[in-house]
T-cell receptor, first 112, second 111 residues
Framework: GDSVTQMEGPVTLSEEAFLTINCTYTATGYPSLFWYVQYPGEGLQLLLKATKADDKGSNKGFEATYRKETTSFHLEKGSVQVSDSAVYFCALTIQGAQKLVFGQGTRLTINP | NAGVTQTPKFQVLKTGQSMTLQCAQDMNHEYMSWYRQDPGMGLRLIHYSVGAGITDQGEVPNGYNVSRSTTEDFPLRLLSAAPSQTSVYFC??????????FGQGTRLTVV
């Protein structure tokens, strides 16, 4: 079946550090890939997405590239801020089906 | 716009009690879904609906019922609560093949 695997957390970094959160997927069709972010006490918000191979999604300084050859969609940011502290979820949907399949989430804490 | 509104935000139930978690959206989305979030397991799909009058089961449907009488509303019913249903519940809505919008969640504790 379809699945998403994220790097184990929690992750703690200092402000201005480089961030990578790994995400790999298994899918039977042609998935769209997403990163959602959950700030404390809130619901999930879409951070970025990519709908086909080699697409790069970007938002708020975060980037992720859809790599079909490695079935990956790693999240990166060059310089994190304290306000980036949140839980990050990688997810996929299969074309024609709206059901989201989530990874287990990675809790990120940024220290000043 | 209100977006996706869930009520209540917090609830404590005793084992065996029933309750309904409410979800409403004002974006005219045809697709609505319920997820539960448990530590270390991400979000898992409980039930979903592709339009009024149409519902289907997700990954973890046991113990939950849904109905979709209108485009706007998609309530989730727990008929006989169990401690294993202690979780945070999220409702989401979207147009087909577009991003999902999530409510703020309902934290449910079953004692």
């Amino acid at each position: 079946g379809d699945s998403v695997t994220q790097m184990e957390g929690p992750v703690t970094l200092s402000e201005e550090a480089f961030l990578t959160i790994n995400c790999t997927y298994t899918a039977t069709g042609y998935p769209s890939l997403f990163w959602y972010v959950q700030y404390p006490g809130e619901g999930l918000q879409l951070l970025l997405k990519a709908t086909k191979a080699d697409d790069k999604g970007s938002n708020k300084g975060f980037e992720a590239t859809y790599r079909k050859e490695t079935t990956s969609f790693h999240l990166e940011k060059g310089s994190v801020q304290v306000s980036d502290s949140a839980v990050y979820f990688c997810a996929l949907t299969i074309q024609g089906a709206q059901k989201l399949v989530f990874g287990q989430g990675t809790r990120l804490t940024i220290n000043p | 716009n209100a977006g996706v509104t869930q009520t209540p935000k917090f609830q404590v139930l005793k084992t065996g009690q029933s309750m309904t978690l409410q979800c409403a959206q004002d974006m005219n989305h045809e697709y609505m879904s319920w997820y539960r979030q448990d530590p270390g397991m991400g979000l898992r799909l409980i039930h979903y609906s592709v339009g009024a009058g149409i519902t289907d089961q997700g990954e973890v449907p046991n113990g939950y019922n849904v109905s979709r009488s209108t485009t706007e509303d998609f309530p989730l019913r727990l008929l006989s609560a169990a401690p294993s249903q202690t979780s945070v519940y999220f409702c989401a809505s979207s147009f087909m093949n577009t991003e999902a919008f999530f409510g703020q969640g309902t934290r449910l504790t079953v004692v």
